[in-house]
């Protein structure tokens, strides 16, 4: 396997086939809008992504029954929600490198940029009309709510001098955990798991979301942008945010571990574990 390609995807090594199966999954899926005015900028859109979100959907239904088209067209349907938020907020944070490339907006413009957002919604919910699951359709539609709702409120907070930890983990809660919250959830749905293992999966969700945003902070701790910089900024001494975003990183890694004990033993599970260590901070 290309070294290279490892360096910029981690993922790749421990989770190549997962990853092979969903770009297979993610082109068919674009295969059906060949003929469409958006399929050079999707494709450039999705070039690069390291598919954390798909494979912890497929991992989850794996975990608990067994994985089949439904479950790679769920898989494109959360890395889709996922493209479309990359494409907005690199708009709003105004970013000048996506994945060692120009993000969509300097690529294309904004106005394509609004465009494949518009469009990239329809093939979602494309998706979801081929899944026939009103449970899975709603849980997408509300994680595209609340990733849109924790966008205003980091927005609002950017103009504020009163930050504080709460506000920050709600803002990342938002727009980074409920994606990841949703995709571990809607595997478990496919695979007719017991509400017991759907909640189990759900709550790892959430909390390796949490776990993988803070970590994502602290490695871009100078970056002026981030919500982070500001409790950095407002702090007596800026070691007390870093050691505290340390704690909080154990945290909720040890509480996505604590989630799987609901699920049975089986390798999806042991790689579900894995994926945990890629939420881990060396300073």
């Given at each position: 396997?290309?070294?290279?390609?490892?360096?910029?995807?981690?993922?790749?090594?421990?989770?190549?086939?997962?990853?092979?199966?969903?770009?297979?999954?993610?082109?068919?899926?674009?295969?059906?809008?060949?003929?469409?005015?958006?399929?050079?900028?999707?494709?450039?859109?999705?070039?690069?992504?390291?598919?954390?979100?798909?494979?912890?959907?497929?991992?989850?239904a794996?975990?608990?029954?067994?994985?089949?088209?439904?479950?790679?067209?769920?898989?494109?349907?959360?890395?889709?929600?996922?493209?479309?938020?990359?494409?907005?907020?690199?708009?709003?944070?105004?970013?000048?490198?996506?994945?060692?490339?120009?993000?969509?907006?300097?690529?294309?413009?904004?106005?394509?940029?609004?465009l494949?957002?518009?469009?990239?919604?329809?093939?979602?919910?494309?998706?979801?009309?081929?899944?026939?699951?009103?449970?899975?359709?709603?849980?997408?539609?509300?994680?595209?709510?609340?990733m849109?709702?924790g966008?205003?409120?980091?927005?609002?907070?950017?103009?504020?001098?009163?930050?504080?930890?709460?506000?920050?983990?709600?803002?990342?809660?938002?727009?980074?955990?409920?994606?990841?919250?949703?995709?571990?959830?809607?595997?478990?749905?496919?695979?007719?798991?017991?509400?017991?293992?759907?909640?189990?999966?759900?709550?790892?969700?959430?909390?390796?979301?949490?776990?993988?945003?803070?970590?994502?902070?602290?490695?871009?701790?100078?970056?002026?942008?981030?919500?982070?910089?500001?409790?950095?900024?407002?702090?007596?001494?800026p070691?007390?945010?870093?050691?505290?975003?340390?704690?909080?990183?154990?945290?909720?890694?040890?509480?996505?571990?604590?989630?799987?004990?609901?699920?049975?033993?089986?390798?999806?599970?042991?790689?579900?574990?894995?994926?945990?260590?890629?939420?881990?901070?060396?300073?």
């Open positions: 396997m290309d070294r290279k390609n490892i360096e910029i995807n981690p993922l790749l090594e421990t989770y190549g086939e997962y990853i092979k199966k969903i770009d297979q999954a993610l082109d068919k899926e674009l295969d059906l809008y060949s003929e469409s005015e958006f399929i050079e900028p999707l494709k450039y859109s999705l070039e690069g992504g390291k598919r954390i979100r798909p494979i912890i959907l497929t991992l989850s794996e975990s608990i029954g067994k994985v089949d088209d439904n479950t790679f067209a769920a898989s494109c349907a959360v890395e889709f929600l996922h493209m479309e938020s990359i494409i907005h907020d690199d708009i709003i944070d105004n970013e000048t490198m996506r994945r060692q490339k120009d993000p969509f907006h300097i690529k294309y413009g904004y106005n394509t940029s609004v494949t957002g518009d469009f990239v919604l329809g093939l979602i919910l494309a998706v979801c009309s081929r899944l026939d699951n009103p449970r899975i359709t709603k849980d997408l539609a509300t994680t595209a709510m609340l849109s709702e966008e205003m409120i980091e927005n609002r907070l950017e103009t504020s001098e009163d930050v504080t930890f709460d506000d920050y983990l709600k803002v990342i809660e938002y727009k980074t955990a409920t994606a990841f919250e949703v995709a571990a959830r809607t595997g478990a749905i496919i695979a007719n798991g017991t509400e017991e293992q759907i909640e189990g999966l759900t709550e790892y969700g959430k909390n390796i979301g949490i776990a993988y945003q803070i970590r994502d902070d602290l490695l871009d701790w100078k970056n002026e942008d981030k919500l982070f910089n500001i409790l950095i900024k407002k702090s007596s001494d070691r007390d945010v870093f050691n505290k975003m340390e704690e909080l990183l154990k945290e909720y890694s040890e509480k996505a571990r604590t989630s799987l004990r609901k699920i049975p033993d089986s390798d999806a599970k042991i790689n579900l574990d894995n994926l945990i260590k890629f939420t881990s901070f060396k300073a």
